[in-house]
């Protein structure tokens, strides 16, 4: 089925740090924000700047969603926010972050039972009818194997979906996983 799958976290400018900015206080997530966006520009960052309340609240809804539907699945969250990562790499969302680089983990180093998938961007999608619920490590691996592996797999959804987005329900991802990731 090829290669190791992987996780990647796309990062603007000094940003590395992976932790959930609506874990955060509510003060403290928009001085965050506004930190975040006046020190990086780019798309990505603009998130971050004058409409961030919309984001935000936007943003609390759709972890409240995935957060319900992973309940339902035989995982095991050890946080209420998840960490979000791509699976595989994506050139489109290097552009996006204009990151020069990703934190690129194997999906192997984290525990099957504090990961989810969403096709697509579980908050853009959040309520619009190509909004599907989220699946397992497991449930993961035999779609790939139907479809004959990632790539494959990735052709199959292009059209409505972009990528496969990782939520990885752990406060903070080990600091060795992550020193062994920089790509």
Do not use: C
Not at 43 to 62: I, K, M, P, Q, V
Not at 80 to 102: I, V
Request: charged share 30%; glycine share 8%; hydrophobic share 35%.
């Amino acid at each position: 089925m090829g290669g190791e799958l992987t996780l990647a976290h796309y990062y603007t400018g000094e940003n590395r740090l992976l932790r959930s900015i609506t874990s955060l206080e509510r003060e403290e997530s928009f001085r965050l924000a506004r930190e975040i966006h006046d020190r990086n520009g780019g798309a990505s960052t603009r998130r971050f700047g004058d409409d961030y309340n919309g984001y935000y609240e936007h943003r609390l809804r759709a972890e409240k969603w995935l957060r319900e539907e992973i309940l339902r699945l035989p995982l095991e969250p050890q946080s209420r926010f998840p960490l979000y990562f791509l699976l595989g790499r994506s050139d489109m969302l290097k552009r996006w972050f204009g990151a020069e680089e990703a934190i690129v983990i194997p999906l192997s180093a984290i525990s099957p039972k504090v990961v989810s998938f969403t096709y697509g961007d579980s908050m853009s999608r959040l309520g619009k009818p190509e909004m599907r619920a989220p699946f397992t490590v497991w449930e993961l691996h035999k779609k790939l194997e139907t479809a004959g592996g990632l790539d494959a797999f990735l052709e199959e959804i292009r059209e409505v979906y972009t990528y496969i987005e990782a939520q990885v329900w752990l406060g903070e991802i080990p600091e060795k996983i992550i020193n062994g990731g920089i790509k």
